[in-house]
C-alpha cells in the first residue's frame, strides 16, 4: 500500500508528540522525586526545632505514599502532593499564551502537573471518606524543566514569568513552605447553621462510621480562587 501524504504526517505526530511528551514526564517525576527529598529533610528539621516544644501528640511526619504520591502531616493538616502521569496543554483562553517564550514555541507550553492538596488529618485517620479536601497550589515542569506555579499565595513564578528559571531545590523549598504556611493558617470554620440542622437516623445509627458526617474547612462555604 503506497503512502499518503496524511499518513506521513500522522506518523511523523506520532514520533514528535511522543518525544515531547516523554521528557515532559522525564522532568516532571524527576522534579517530584526532589520534591519528595526536600520534603523528607524540611520534616526532620522542622521536627527537631519544635522538639520539647510541643505536646508529643502534634506530629510532623512526612510519608512516602507510592511512585506518585506523597504526604507531610503538620499537627491537624495533612498536605498530600501528587503527581499526574499525563502531558497537559492549555485551553486556548488560558493566560500563558500571552507568554512569549511559549508564543516563540508552542511545544514549550506542554507540561506536567504536580498538585497539592490540604485534607484534615483526622479525616484519614477516622476513615471520613466523605470529607472535603482542598486543591491549594499545583506546580507545572515542561520539557526544558522550566515552571510556574498556580495556588494559594503562590507567586515564585506566575504564568507571565513562564521560561525564566528551571526548577531547582531553592525553588521547591519556596514552594513548600508556601503550601505549609498557607495549610497551617487555612482554619476550620463551623459549617453554617442551614447546613447542619438536619441529620438522619442512619448517620447516627451506623456505628464506626465516621465518613457519614461530612467535614471540611470550607464546608458549606465558597473556595475562592482570588490569589491563584
Known amino acids: 500500500m503506497e503512502t499518503t501524504s496524511l499518513r506521513e504526517k500522522i506518523l511523523s505526530t506520532i514520533i514528535e508528540k511522543s518525544m515531547l511528551k516523554q521528557r515532559v514526564f522525564d522532568n516532571t517525576f ?18 527537631d526545632a519544635l522538639e520539647g516544644k510541643l505536646d508529643k501528640r502534634v506530629r510532623l511526619e512526612y510519608r512516602d505514599r507510592g511512585k506518585y504520591e506523597a504526604q507531610l502531616q503538620i499537627a491537624d493538616d495533612l498536605l498530600i502532593f501528587r503527581m499526574n502521569t499525563d502531558v497537559y496543554e492549555f ?84 514552594i513548600l513552605e508556601t503550601a505549609i504556611d498557607y495549610a497551617i493558617n487555612f482554619d476550620l470554620l463551623v459549617p453554617p447553621y442551614e447546613d447542619c440542622k438536619r441529620v438522619t437516623v442512619d448517620q447516627f445509627n451506623t456505628k464506626m462510621d465516621n465518613s457519614k458526617f461530612i467535614t471540611g474547612k470550607r464546608l458549606g462555604y465558597k473556595f475562592n480562587v482570588d490569589d491563584i
Open 30 to 47: 524527576a522534579a517530584f522525586n526532589m520534591l519528595k527529598e526536600v520534603l523528607l529533610e524540611m520534616a526532620s528539621e522542622m521536627d
Open 91 to 174: 485551553e486556548s483562553s488560558h493566560v500563558i499564551w500571552q507568554n512569549p517564550y511559549v508564543q516563540t514555541n508552542r511545544d514549550n507550553s506542554y507540561c506536567g502537573v504536580i498538585n497539592i492538596y490540604n485534607f484534615l488529618s483526622a479525616s484519614f485517620k477516622m476513615n471520613r471518606y466523605d470529607d472535603e479536601g482542598y486543591l491549594t497550589g499545583r506546580l507545572f515542569i515542561n520539557r526544558e524543566r522550566m515552571f510556574f506555579v498556580e495556588g494559594k499565595r503562590q507567586k515564585l513564578i506566575r504564568p507571565a514569568s513562564f521560561g525564566t528559571e528551571q526548577i531547582d531545590r531553592t525553588a521547591m523549598v519556596s
